[in-house]
């Protein structure tokens, strides 16, 4: 076997100019434009019009290659594109190779009679997708979102880079992933599954492998399989009679894969060799996680569970709605995913779902997911569209969803595979023209097609028709005792956060609130002048229509106007942590009933107002700071009244809970009006009501509520605070807040900086923030008597921040810093 990389530099231009320009593969058109100064910054002010024209033309790459000897000695030789973004034709020394259509696709073409030792030329003609979609949409109508291009679901392409409700409307296009040439002889592994079968201290492993045979040679398959420490602890040969064959594996005493927070990230490497007379001829290698992942649906009391069981183990999903990183696909890297990926672990998540209008990750998201311990709950790429399922369109989505599975199935962290996004739910309740061959269209492609292709290629992991959906042929899709549910009265429907208690919903896979994202982001995209959120350009950067508008409704129910614009980009975020907050604490309370909460969403592709909680440039937002706290596995949280509370602890542990509630009801200076503690006992996996506090003897009149509130804190069996918090009786525009006086000392110890903060009464969603970017151990917290202690990890090689650059950048406020009192 021999190969030959035809990535790096190429040559471009846009079809029918004389001047080419130099590209990069992987990439992309606007990646390249960028590089050569032929295109402005799409993210700056209203640039996106600009550079949305550009994918109006076609476009030519070139790459110039040599092959010797070594590639016609094999029996094979093929051009494999890894990707290709995606109405193209494909030319190799002059002669047209092939056509794609699909950017979600691997394409591998014979071109065994089209290449020639020396220098041959390779050509991809790249056409315009808004040239492509209009032709279609003008001949066929169809359906898909409003924010998104007309048109845009007649191509399998990134629904997202059409425009949706945060993203722009900018569609790039080029060779998105790696091309090569792949010269095979004698025999290759054409395919392999493996499948396990979990007995009481031992794994037994299936290895079923396929493969492709040229010359009539005698064939042997040799699997190993090697610990996390490195040791092989099993192994095993067999010769091959026909094409596939099955070998079984047991290993004893495994070291079991959970996801984050549950146990350790163990991964097995699974070595697949084929050799002839000894001689290794092809050879797959993956890492696997020994564990079993079910999605349990039971009737009860209430309806149909929803939930995942790792392992034996019912865990409460916690996580967010992941889609692209990037409208220029081709920045996405390996190191910015890593970032994305750890910083969904530190704040607790244990889950992250691949929504389906964006692209299949690559190979090293699923990787780093396994790394660190995220269940992947993947969408396929179909959302808020209808599909016309057309002979061609049906071909090329088989063997879109035949790549992918394939590609995907061994990874530990694959937990759920999902037909498309809201499709189900649109055709029940969304305003849109429906025929009776497009109805029946949708149920062939998610109830039949779909679901065949993954019983045949990964009958192990479970299917899902749509999300949301209650089990398909659009049957209670959105009920709140079956299935998975994507909740939107609160932000869409203006309803309070409150609004979220009305409702025990069983699994909770999309739901989201807008902030701002901060300052600092803003300033990447705008002038001064722009900074006022009806402006033209923050306007542009805010893809929800009315949505600014939405988040001075919920500002107005909650805090007082912000004094300045710094202020309302701070309360927008203290708004969206909040409301998250609201409905996922809820659900935490009614573990066992509600078993999942996967917020929308993680994050942007570009510097825009959203739901995101973690901004374009890697920036924490409020929210993300919020779900730190109320996805942590032992909870302690309020469901407050008018003049009391009951004080609720869940605990996702394998293992009871024994701790102690401490409550203290204060006024507003944090004087002490009554105080209590009470011990708590709470059994694995489930949520107890600990302490039922009434106080209307002392709260009877609105004044009195203004005045006073109530801290808790939940403390283990060593007296280690495990979670705490403080709780308002009226909305925080009506709390007599006083000036809080905060001020900060900073120590430096061995591997972090330790930052105290200190005021002289309630100050509430302190917010910490520095001149670098800074992720503090938490932030947009209260602070109540004592004071706080915030970490900030230090990295002497990489971040040489010292003690005094650490204190002279450092700020803070809290709410009542937010107003003019």
């Known amino acids: 076997m021999a190969q030959l990389s035809l990535n790096g530099n190429w040559k471009f231009k846009r079809k029918g100019d004389t001047e080419w320009l130099n590209a990069l593969v992987p990439g992309s058109v606007y990646a390249d434009l960028l590089e050569n100064k032929k295109m402005v910054d799409p993210f700056y002010r209203d640039n996106e019009e600009?550079?949305?024209?550009?994918?109006?033309?076609?476009?030519?790459?070139?790459?110039?290659?040599?092959?010797?000897?070594?590639?016609?000695?094999?029996?094979?030789?093929?051009?494999?594109?890894?990707?290709?973004?995606?109405?193209?034709?494909?030319?190799?020394?002059?002669?047209?190779?092939?056509?794609?259509?699909?950017?979600?696709?691997?394409?591998?073409?014979?071109?065994?009679?089209?290449?020639?030792?020396?220098?041959?030329?390779?050509?991809?003609?790249?056409?315009?997708?808004?040239?492509?979609?209009?032709?279609?949409?003008?001949?066929n109508p169809i359906w898909g979102v409003e924010d998104a291009v007309p048109g845009f679901s007649h191509i399998r392409k990134a629904h997202s880079m059409f425009g949706w409700d945060w993203g722009p409307q900018l569609p790039d296009l080029?060779?998105?992933?790696?091309?090569?040439?792949?010269?095979?002889?004698?025999?290759?592994?054409?395919?392999?599954?493996?499948?396990?079968?979990?007995?009481e201290d031992e794994v037994n492993l299936n290895v079923s492998v396929q493969t492709k045979q040229w010359q009539d040679i005698a064939l042997t398959a040799e699997v190993s399989v090697e610990d996390p420490d490195g040791e092989i602890v099993v192994?095993?040969?067999?010769?091959?009679?026909?094409?596939?064959?099955?070998?079984?594996?047991?290993?004893?005493?495994?070291?079991?894969?959970?996801?984050?927070?549950?146990?350790?990230?163990?991964?097995?490497?699974?070595?697949?060799?084929?050799?002839?007379?000894?001689?290794?001829?092809?050879?797959?290698?993956?890492?696997?996680?020994?564990?079993?992942?079910?999605?349990?649906?039971e009737s009860d009391q209430w309806g149909k569970s929803f939930y995942f069981k790792i392992n034996g183990l019912p865990i409460f999903s916690k996580g967010a709605n992941y889609i692209p990183e990037d409208?220029?696909?081709?920045?996405?890297?390996?190191?910015?995913?890593?970032?994305?990926?750890?910083?969904?672990?530190?704040?607790?998540?244990?889950?992250?779902?691949?929504?389906?209008?964006?692209?299949?990750?690559?190979?090293?998201?699923?990787?780093?997911?396994?790394?660190?311990?995220?269940?992947?709950?993947?969408?396929?790429?179909?959302?808020?569209?209808?599909?016309?399922?057309?002979?061609?369109?049906?071909?090329?989505?088989?063997?879109?969803?035949?790549?992918?599975?394939?590609?995907?199935?061994?990874?530990?962290?694959?937990?759920?595979?999902?037909?498309?996004?809201?499709?189900?739910h649109a055709w029940n309740s969304w305003d849109f023209p429906k025929t009776e061959k497009h109805k029946n269209d949708y149920l062939t492609l998610f109830e039949k097609i779909i679901p065949t292709i993954v019983e045949d290629t990964d009958p192990e992991t479970f299917y899902w028709p749509s999300s949301p959906s209650s089990g398909g042929n659009f049957l209670k899709t959105s009920d709140e005792?079956?299935?998975?549910?994507?909740?939107?009265?609160?932000?869409?429907?203006?309803?309070?956060?409150?609004?979220?208690?009305?409702?025990?919903?069983?699994?909770?896979?999309?739901?989201?609130?807008?902030?701002f994202p901060s300052t600092k982001t803003i300033e990447t995209f705008t002038?001064?002048?722009d900074r006022n959120i009806f402006s033209y350009v923050m306007e542009k950067h805010q893809k929800n229509g009315d949505a600014n508008g939405k988040i001075l409704y919920y500002l107005a129910e909650n805090f007082k106007y912000p004094k300045d614009f710094e202020s309302l980009v701070y309360t927008s975020q203290l708004l969206q942590g909040e409301a998250i907050k609201y409905g996922v604490e809820h659900w935490r309370r009614n573990m066992g009933r509600s078993m999942g909460a996967i917020y929308w969403q993680l994050n942007d592709c570009w510097p825009v107002a959203s739901w995101a909680s973690i901004d374009y440039y890697g920036r924490w937002k409020a929210l993300h700071y919020f779900a730190k706290r109320f996805f942590a596995m032992t909870l302690l949280s309020a469901e407050e009244s008018k003049t009391g509370a009951n004080l609720v602890v869940t605990n996702d542990h394998i293992d009871p809970f024994k701790g102690t509630i401490k409550w203290v009801l204060r006024t507003a200076i944090s004087e002490v009006l009554l105080e209590g503690e009470e011990n708590v006992t709470v059994s694995?996996?489930?949520?107890?009501?600990?302490?039922?506090?009434?106080f209307t003897d002392l709260l009877s009149t609105y004044n009195k509520r203004r005045e006073c509130f109530l801290e808790f804190t939940l403390e283990d069996e060593s007296g280690a605070i495990i979670s705490n918090g403080t709780s308002l009786f009226v909305p925080a525009k009506h709390f007599k807040f006083k000036n809080p006086e905060l001020y900060f000392t900073v120590e430096e110890k061995e591997a972090v900086f330790e930052v105290v903060v200190r005021g002289m009464s309630l100050a509430k969603y302190v917010e910490l923030s520095h001149q670098e970017d800074v992720v503090f151990s938490d932030n947009y917290f209260d602070v109540v008597g004592k004071g706080k202690s915030v970490k900030v990890e230090v990295d002497k090689k990489d971040s040489p921040m010292s003690l005094i650059e650490l204190k002279e950048g450092l700020a803070i406020k809290s709410l009542y810093d937010s107003y003019v009192d």
């Open 50 to 139: 600009e550079v949305k024209e550009l994918s109006n033309y076609n476009y030519i790459y070139e790459k110039q290659f040599d092959l010797d000897q070594s590639i016609f000695d094999n029996d094979s030789v093929k051009l494999v594109f890894e990707g290709i973004d995606t109405i193209s034709e494909i030319y190799i020394n002059g002669t047209l190779i092939s056509k794609t259509n699909n950017m979600h696709r691997t394409y591998a073409f014979d071109v065994s009679k089209d290449v020639h030792i020396g220098r041959n030329i390779l050509k991809v003609v790249l056409f315009s997708p808004l040239q492509y979609v209009a032709k279609k949409h003008a001949e």
């Open 174 to 199: 080029g060779i998105w992933k790696n091309v090569s040439i792949k010269g095979e002889s004698e025999a290759v592994i054409s395919d392999v599954y493996i499948s396990q079968d979990h007995q």
């Open 235 to 297: 192994s095993e040969k067999q010769k091959l009679n026909e094409s596939s064959t099955n070998l079984k594996l047991t290993v004893h005493n495994p070291k079991k894969w959970y996801p984050a927070q549950y146990g350790d990230q163990s991964l097995y490497k699974v070595t697949i060799e084929l050799r002839t007379n000894g001689k290794l001829i092809d050879e797959n290698v993956y890492n696997i996680g020994l564990r079993t992942i079910e999605v349990v649906r």
């Open 327 to 424: 409208s220029i696909l081709s920045r996405a890297n390996a190191r910015t995913t890593e970032e994305l990926i750890t910083n969904c672990v530190k704040a607790n998540f244990n889950m992250i779902r691949v929504w389906g209008g964006g692209h299949y990750p690559t190979d090293e998201f699923y990787n780093l997911c396994d790394k660190y311990g995220l269940i992947v709950w993947q969408d396929f790429m179909f959302a808020c569209a209808v599909y016309d399922l057309n002979e061609e369109f049906e071909e090329t989505v088989r063997e879109e969803v035949r790549d992918n599975i394939k590609r995907l199935r061994h990874h530990a962290s694959l937990g759920l595979w999902c037909g498309n996004n809201e499709m189900e």
């Open 481 to 515: 005792n079956e299935g998975d549910v994507h909740y939107w009265d609160v932000w869409h429907g203006l309803k309070p956060f409150t609004e979220y208690r009305k409702f025990k919903f069983r699994f909770v896979s999309e739901f989201g609130f807008q902030s």
């Open 527 to 529: 002038k001064p002048e």
């Open 684 to 694: 694995s996996a489930a949520a107890k009501n600990g302490v039922s506090l009434d």
